[in-house]
């Protein structure tokens, strides 16, 4: 709960971040990490909310619930490496506008990027064989679960869910307050 905090910089040797390592830090803006940081613990950077520029660590394997929660980054590329993106690991991030994902992610968790109002673009390593997206719609590669709906799945006031989803993850069309027509297919 440092408030005048403003930059970090882990040195490299370190590897874990602990649980709420900085969290609620309200005036921190960048973190420099080094490439032996292995594991961000649970709310770690929790509600940094200048929180703008953080490189993660090539070396990262873990990143915590509620990790990077409401903070201003904007773009963020998951380290190869990376299996599971937790619970509401970028939820609040709302400047967040870009998420790159590695061919080793596995699993991204329901609530992982909620009320991300301005994610626009998601970006799959073309060697991932857990994920695609397609026509704006963040899903497994069987086609059979919506993980993120983006902004080009809408078309003015109507969303048509594509046939073959099964499922839909929780919020994800809460922040579509425009939609006024939705088509749900008999799968």
């Keep these: 709960n ?12 370190v590897e874990i971040i602990e649980d709420s390592a900085f969290k609620e830090c309200s005036n921190l803006a960048i973190v420099e990490m080094a490439d032996s940081v292995t594991k961000l613990g649970d709310l770690s950077f929790y509600y940094d909310k200048k ?18 929660h409401f903070t201003l980054i904007e773009e963020i590329e998951i380290p190869e490496g990376i299996k599971r993106i937790e619970d509401n690991t970028f939820s609040g991030c709302e400047k967040l506008k870009k998420a790159v994902f590695p ?12 009320n991300c109002n301005n994610l626009t673009n998601i970006e799959i390593d073309k060697n991932n064989k857990n994920f695609t997206v397609k026509a704006g719609i963040l899903m497994d590669k069987a086609e059979s679960e919506m993980l993120i709906i983006l902004p080009s799945a809408i078309n003015e006031d109507t969303f048509v869910i594509p046939d073959g989803i099964t499922k839909a993850s929780s919020n994800q069309l809460r922040r579509y307050s425009q939609i006024k027509n939705i088509t749900i297919p008999s799968s």
């Design 2 to 13: 440092n408030k005048t905090l403003e930059k970090v910089i882990i040195q490299d040797g």
């Design 51 to 68: 929180l703008s520029n953080i490189n993660l660590s090539k070396g990262l394997k873990n990143i915590g619930k509620f990790g990077l």
């Design 103 to 114: 061919s080793s992610l596995e699993i991204i968790t329901n609530n992982a990027f909620n």
